[in-house]
Nanobody, 125 residues
Framework: QVQLVESGGGLVQAGGSLRLSCTAS????????MGWFRQAPGKEREFVAGIAKNEFNTYYGDSVKGRFTISRDNAKNTVNLQMNGLQPEDTAVYYCAADPGTYFPERAANVYDYWGQGTQVTVSS
C-alpha cells in the first residue's frame, strides 16, 4: 500500500510560482503512473498533469499546458509539479495520485487507486 503526501502549497501573487512535491512511502513509485489533479470549491476534480513510469513521458491539462511542468525521481520516490505564471483560476487543492494499472497516466481521476491528502494553492491578484 503506497502512501502519498503532498507539500509545497501556499499563497502567492498572480504571476508567481510554486513547486509542489509528492513523497511516497510503502511502495516504489516506479510501479505507478503518476498524476496531479486539482479541485476548487464547487468544481469537479480536474486533471492537471501526468507522468509515465519511465520519468519521461508527460501529459498536461489544457488549462495548464505551457505553465506547469511535472517531473518524477523514481530513485527518491518523489513526483513534483513546478507551477509558473500562476493565476487566480489556479486556486485549488492539489492532489497527487498513483495508478498501478497503467504505464502511461490517464486523465480520469477514477482510474487512480491512491491519493494524497492534498495541499492548498491560493493565488491572489
Amino acid at each position: 500500500q503506497v502512501q502519498l503526501v503532498e507539500s509545497g502549497g501556499g499563497l502567492v501573487q498572480a504571476g508567481g510560482s510554486l513547486r509542489l512535491s509528492c513523497t511516497a512511502s510503502g511502495r516504489k513509485l516506479s510501479n505507478y503512473a503518476m498524476g496531479w489533479f486539482r479541485q476548487a470549491p464547487g468544481k469537479e476534480r480536474e486533471f492537471v498533469a501526468g507522468i509515465a513510469k519511465n520519468e519521461f513521458n508527460t501529459y498536461y491539462g489544457d488549462s495548464v499546458k505551457g505553465r506547469f511542468t511535472i517531473s518524477r525521481d523514481n530513485a527518491k520516490n518523489t513526483v513534483n509539479l513546478q507551477m509558473n505564471g500562476l493565476q487566480p483560476e489556479d486556486t485549488a487543492v492539489y492532489y497527487c495520485a498513483a495508478d498501478p494499472g497503467t504505464y502511461f497516466p490517464e486523465r480520469a481521476a477514477n482510474v487512480y487507486d491512491y491519493w494524497g491528502q492534498g495541499t492548498q494553492v491560493t493565488v491572489s491578484s
